[in-house]
């Protein structure tokens, strides 16, 4: 099993930043894929950012494009997620996510398996 542990998040106004961050304890990064999930009340959970073991794939919501940024540093088993121009319907609990696949591009296809306890993101106008 690996465990994900996140840490950031908080309060800011409409247009600030904020970044989370998550790290993991596999024993290996290879083929593991990476991800943020981000569930609001009355609404299901939905994929904000993906990203593959090298970074070289990354994928991220509609929603969220040209404003979010997924990273990774594989050194430090840290994932990040930088979240600029935040707008109030960003607000959600936030999941860091992973899980092995030998193609991180076909995620849609497939659950994660393992999860972080979540990150509180409250965004007010």
């Known amino acids: 099993q690996v465990q994900l542990v996140e840490s950031g998040g908080g309060s800011v106004q409409t247009g600030g930043s904020l970044r989370l961050s998550c790290t993991h304890s596999?024993?290996?990064?290879?083929?593991?894929?990476m991800g943020w999930f981000r569930q609001a009340p009355g609404r299901t959970r939905e994929a904000v950012a993906v990203?593959?073991?090298?970074?070289?794939?990354?994928d991220y919501a509609d929603s969220v494009k040209g404003r979010f940024a997924i990273s990774r540093d594989n050194a430090r088993n840290t994932l990040t997620l930088q979240m600029d121009s935040l707008k109030p319907e960003d607000t959600a609990t936030y999941y860091c996510?992973?899980?092995?696949?030998?193609?991180?591009?076909?995620?849609?296809?497939?659950?994660?398996?393992?999860w972080g306890q979540g990150a509180q993101v409250t965004v007010s106008s």
């Open positions: 996510a992973a899980t092995f696949l030998w193609n991180c591009a076909g995620w849609v296809n497939r659950e994660f398996d393992y």
């Open positions: 596999s024993y290996r990064n290879t083929n593991l894929c």
């Open positions: 990203i593959d073991a090298g970074s070289a794939f990354k």
